[in-house]
């Protein structure tokens, strides 16, 4: 089986709005999972690049970075095409302070962006990796 590196980036977009503090959510449109904004980064991009463009398209808003929190990295197998591929997936996390922008403003890749309070996003997301990825933003903003 042929293997393949991918490498992207994303954020722990947040805003605070008073108590508590919540983060932006994406729902797939095609699996229907709940997980955070990312996406393979483009030729001559940053991963902070990246990870600003992903999080402006797949829900909608526009954030400054402030820190890096994680790299994780996973292994799944794609079935598109004649042959399945093995995929090693490195993903860069930053956390992202809101600035500007409405979350109904997302791309069709996404069936639903959402603002959830920080703790209950714990619950909905669909990954361990990204779990432990938000539970480091929830330490950074304590």
């Known amino acids: 089986m042929n293997t393949r590196e991918l490498v992207s980036a994303g ?28 996406g393979i980064i483009d030729p001559g991009e940053t991963a902070e690049q990246t990870a600003i463009r992903e999080v402006r398209e797949e829900a909608g808003i526009d954030c400054e970075i402030l820190a890096e929190l994680e790299t994780i990295d996973y292994w799944y197998v794609e079935r598109h095409g004649k042959l399945p591929e ?23 890749e996404v069936r639903e962006a959402r603002w959830v309070e920080i703790n209950g996003a714990l619950e909905k997301l669909a990954f361990a990796t990204e779990r432990s990825v938000v539970k480091k933003a929830l330490e950074s903003l304590s």
Not at 90 to 106: P, S
């Open 86 to 108: 093995r995929i090693h997936k490195t993903v860069h996390f930053y956390l992202m302070k809101y600035i500007d922008g409405e979350v109904a403003d997302h791309d069709d």
């Open 11 to 38: 954020g722990v977009a947040y805003r605070k709005t008073g108590a508590p503090t919540e983060i932006v959510l994406i729902q797939t449109s095609s699996e229907g999972r709940w997980q955070l904004p990312k």
